[in-house]
């Protein structure tokens, strides 16, 4: 299994079956195996960029193994995370990670098809790599999960740069603009993978903004 297999997913029982397949090698096969940079970027500029006072819990949305969680626990300790992910075996390995204090990464891991309902949990944050690019988890995905931060809480996603405007992310997130529901964000293009990958280059569009009304 390999980048191929992830880019080919194109409903919720794909994902399921991939990861499924994939979750108890995903991180050697994948995240090292390729140089996969963008959860440790993604944490870092959500420490750089949103505050600390007044957000005190994060929703990982797509968390997957727990890679973004992992490093953002490090960066901000005393953060409660949450994850959501499609996929059992994926929030299985990500159930097992520990922060330096010996406490566990995520506070609650929860099973989520993100393109049907969604948890009644409300955020003072969140945060998501990997998720958005061009299968079935679109803008509309995207935009229904905004309510499930808080008004004047913060979001930092990650999309694929690629994929940003042909698949509509950026048109939506104009209109959400302009509709007043998010605040004007910030756009920044970070690498997805390190210089070793043969995937180098490819690159992830961090959209960072607040919920507004």
């Known amino acids: 299994m390999d980048l191929n297999d992830a880019y080919a997913v194109k409903t919720p029982q794909d994902s399921r079956k991939l990861y499924a397949e994939w979750a108890a090698t995903y991180d050697e096969t994948f995240v090292k195996a390729n140089a996969y940079i963008y959860p440790r970027t993604i944490a870092e500029h959500f420490d750089r960029h949103i505050p600390t006072t007044q957000i005190d819990t994060v929703v990982d949305i797509g968390c997957g193994t727990g890679v973004v969680g992992r490093h953002l626990s490090t960066l901000r300790p005393q953060m409660v995370i949450d994850g959501f992910d499609i996929s059992p075996e994926m929030l299985t390995q990500a159930s097992g990670l520990k922060r330096p204090d010996g406490s566990l990464v995520y506070r609650d891991l929860i099973e989520v098809d993100l393109t049907q309902a ?22 509309k995905t ?6 499930r931060v808080r008004i004047g809480g913060w979001l930092v996603i990650g999309i694929n740069a690629v994929h940003f405007s042909s698949q509509g992310f950026a048109a939506t997130l104009a209109s959400a603009t302009t509709s007043k529901t998010i605040s004007e964000p910030t756009f920044t293009d970070v690498q997805i993978y390190g210089p070793t990958s043969p995937h180098f280059g490819d690159l992830a569009r961090i959209a960072t903004f607040q919920r507004t009304a």
Do not use: K, Q
């Not at 995207?142 to 309510?147: F, Q, T």
């Open 142 to 147: 995207l935009v229904s999960l905004i309510d």
């Open 118 to 139: 969604l948890p009644d949990r409300v955020y003072d944050s969140m945060i998501s790599a990997g998720t958005f690019t061009h299968g079935h988890l679109g803008p």
